[in-house]
Every structure is written in structure tokens, then in C-alpha cells.
């Protein structure tokens, strides 16, 4: 029997390929704010610094009170690259979470993105009827690193101990939030913006180069030895 109940995906860069939208998109929002030179290169750097995290907490440390026209600003610009360019699921992650499913798990989507971003994406990818429970920070309190996303996919899907809880993820961010969360199984991702040092460095258990390779660490047998 599979100790563990709920597996918690992160979106871009874990299930869903990024391709490059996040920084796109920021990149036409600070050019809409008139934002160049030098403070262009480090407020680029801090987003990629900062990959996972709630995009309002990320334009609060960057830009104080033009947050919430940055953000504004950004999630327009997200929808509509992400429709010039297109999205994709990372090949096998629908296989993967459907056949978590069908063993009986729970799975769970959460995204630093807003809800409306969110479901717009869900949309463009047909993964409407893939997951039990999808959360943005808005539905839960704060963003990552704050484990308050996983707290509330728990808590819904009523898992028994938060040491059944898997957390999957490509940023050092979402390894944070999987260990304040308390999650048993902590699982980075290459195919997003973190390398392995960094993730390891924040919590992770196992470094896949996919999800595509997750239901092999879900179905290790336990050590037997004594």
C-alpha cells in the first residue's frame, strides 16, 4: 500500500512548460513601466531569484506601491504570451497524474500565478478534469515559500498526516514550502529554473530530470533490512 496520500505539482516549469513566458512577460511589463538600464537587469535577476513565488509578493519587494499595476500588468502580458506562444504539459505529465489517480492518490496543482492566470492556462492545456484541487496563493493566504498552499490542498482534500504529502517541484521555493509544510517527500525537478545544487540545498529528497520519472520514486520498495 502507497504510505503516501496527495501529490502537490507545481505548474510552470514542472507539469507545464514554461518556455521561456515568465520572463517575457516581465520583461513587457517593466518595459510598460518604464522601468531600463541597470534597474532592468536587477529586477530581472530577482525574478529569476525568486522563480515559484507569488508574482504580487515578487512586484511588492521590486516596486512598493506600483505592485499591484506591475502585477496587473504582468498577468495580462502572461495570457497573452502564453497564447502567442503556446503552452504545452511536459511530456508524460498527464500520464503521470492520471495514474497517480488511478491508484487511489490525491493530486493537487498550485501556482504562484493568479487564479484567473491559472485557469486561463488550464484552459489552453485541456487540463480541466486532471486534478482534484487546483491553488493559487489568493486561495490560500501566502505564496511560496510560505507552506500555506500545501496546508490548504491538505486540508480540503483531508489527508491524514502531512508526512503522506509529496510535493513536487522545480524551484528552490517550492522545496521551502514542501518542508515548512511538514511533506514527507520532497521532489525537484530539472526541467524548470533550478539546477540540482540549489535544489537539494533547499530540501529536496530526490532530483528527477522530469515528472515523467516520479511514479518510479513513488513505487521504491521500503527498506526491509533490520
Known amino acids: 500500500m502507497n504510505k503516501f496520500e496527495l501529490v502537490c505539482f507545481d505548474m510552470a516549469g514542472t507539469t507545464m512548460i514554461d518556455s521561456g513566458l515568465v520572463l517575457e512577460s516581465f520583461r513587457r511589463t517593466i518595459d510598460e513601466l518604464g522601468v531600463s538600464g541597470q534597474e532592468a537587469v536587477d529586477a530581472e535577476a530577482y525574478v529569476v531569484e525568486t522563480m515559484g513565488q507569488s508574482k504580487i509578493e515578487v512586484f511588492t519587494a521590486l516596486f512598493g506601491d ?9 498577468e495580462l502580458h502572461f495570457v497573452d504570451t502564453a497564447r502567442d506562444f503556446g503552452v504545452r504539459g511536459i511530456p508524460g505529465a498527464r500520464a503521470v497524474v492520471e495514474e497517480l489517480r488511478s491508484q487511489g492518490l490525491k493530486v493537487a496543482l498550485t501556482t504562484g500565478f493568479s487564479p484567473l492566470t491559472r485557469e486561463v492556462l488550464i484552459e489552453e492545456l485541456g487540463w480541466s478534469d486532471l486534478f482534484d484541487l487546483r491553488v493559487s496563493p489568493a486561495d490560500a493566504g501566502r505564496g511560496r515559500p510560505a507552506p500555506d498552499m500545501l496546508l490548504w490542498c491538505a486540508l480540503r482534500l483531508a489527508v491524514h498526516s502531512m508526512d503522506s504529502l509529496v510535493v513536487v517541484g522545480d524551484t528552490a521555493s517550492d522545496m521551502q514550502a514542501g518542508e515548512r509544510a511538514g511533506a514527507g517527500l520532497l521532489v525537484g ?37 533490520v
Open 189 to 225: 525537478v530539472l526541467s524548470g529554473n533550478d539546477d540540482e545544487e540549489r535544489l537539494r540545498a533547499n530540501g529536496a529528497d530526490e532530483v528527477l530530470d522530469s515528472v515523467a520519472e516520479l511514479l518510479a520514486v513513488l513505487e521504491e520498495p521500503e527498506d526491509s533490512s
Open 66 to 74: 506600483r505592485a499591484s499595476a506591475a502585477n496587473e500588468s504582468f
